[in-house]
C-alpha cells in the first residue's frame, strides 16, 4: 500500500546546531505538506512544497518528486523547535482533495 | 481572524454515549476534514469535505458521521462512543486541494 516513511525517528541536538529530516514515500504526490507539532500539541503548517525548494527563515524545505523524497533542514535550531514533525502527502490520483496521509514523524529535542 | 476553532478541548465520555465535535473556521475555505491522532501515531484521515453539502469517508470512517450544512462548519459525531475511539481530534481546513491546511488546537476525547 502507499507509505510514506520519516527519519530518523529520534533527533538530539544541542541548541545551534543544524539538521535535515527525510521524507520518503512510495508512489507520485500531488500535494506535500510539512508539519511542526509543538509540545503543547498545536500543529502548525510549515510548507506547502509537492515540488521544488522553500524557505521561511530558519527552515527550508526540498521536494524531489521524481526520486520521491522531501527534505526539511532545520538551522541553527533553538529550543523552540522542539516537538515532532510531520511529513504528510496526497497521493496523486488525479485531482487533490486534500486527503493528507501523515507519516509516524520525528521527535526533535533541541537542548539548551 | 480566529483561524480554526474545535470545541470542546476536553471531553470525557460514557460508552455508549453519543456527542458531537464542533469545528468552525472563518477563512472561507472550501475544504475541510477530521483526523484522529492516538499516542505515538501520526493522523488518521475520518472524513473530509470540499463544500457544503459535500461529504466523503476516510481512512478510518467506522463510527463516526459528518455533514456539512454550511462553508464555515463541519461538526463530527461520534454515534455510540467505544473505548477504541479514545484519541486526539483535529480538524483542518484548506482553500483548495493544493493549499496548505491549517489545524485547530484539537479535542482531546476520553471514553470510558
Known amino acids: 500500500g502507499i507509505q510514506v516513511e520519516q527519519s530518523p525517528p529520534d533527533l538530539i541536538l544541542q541548541e545551534g546546531a543544524n539538521s535535515t529530516l527525510r521524507c520518503n514515500f512510495s508512489d507520485s504526490v500531488n500535494n506535500l505538506q510539512w508539519f511542526h507539532q509543538n509540545p503543547w500539541g498545536q500543529l502548525i503548517n510549515l510548507f506547502y512544497i509537492p515540488s521544488g525548494t522553500k524557505q521561511n527563515g530558519r527552515l527550508s524545505a526540498t521536494t524531489v518528486a521524481t526520486e520521491r523524497y522531501s527534505l526539511l533542514y532545520i538551522s541553527s535550531s533553538q529550543t523552540t523547535d522542539s516537538g515532532v514533525y510531520f511529513c504528510a502527502i496526497d497521493f496523486d490520483g488525479g485531482t487533490s482533495y486534500g486527503k493528507l496521509t501523515f507519516g509516524q514523524g520525528t521527535i526533535l529535542t533541541v537542548h539548551p | 481572524n480566529a483561524g480554526v476553532t474545535q470545541t470542546p478541548k476536553f471531553q470525557v465520555l460514557k460508552t455508549g454515549q453519543s456527542m458531537t465535535l464542533q469545528c468552525a473556521q472563518d477563512m472561507n475555505h472550501e475544504y475541510m476534514s477530521w483526523y484522529r491522532q492516538d499516542p505515538g501515531m501520526g493522523l488518521r484521515l475520518i472524513h473530509y469535505?470540499?463544500?457544503?453539502?459535500?461529504?466523503d469517508q476516510g481512512e478510518v470512517p467506522n463510527g463516526y458521521n459528518v455533514s456539512r450544512s454550511t462553508t464555515e462548519d463541519f461538526p463530527l459525531r461520534l454515534l455510540s462512543a467505544a473505548p477504541s475511539q479514545t484519541s486526539v481530534y483535529f480538524c483542518?481546513?484548506?482553500?483548495?486541494?493544493?493549499?496548505?491546511?491549517?489545524f485547530g488546537d484539537g479535542t482531546r476525547l476520553s471514553i470510558l
Open positions: 483542518a481546513s484548506s482553500y483548495s486541494g493544493y493549499q496548505p491546511q491549517h
Open positions: 469535505s470540499v463544500g457544503a453539502g459535500i461529504t
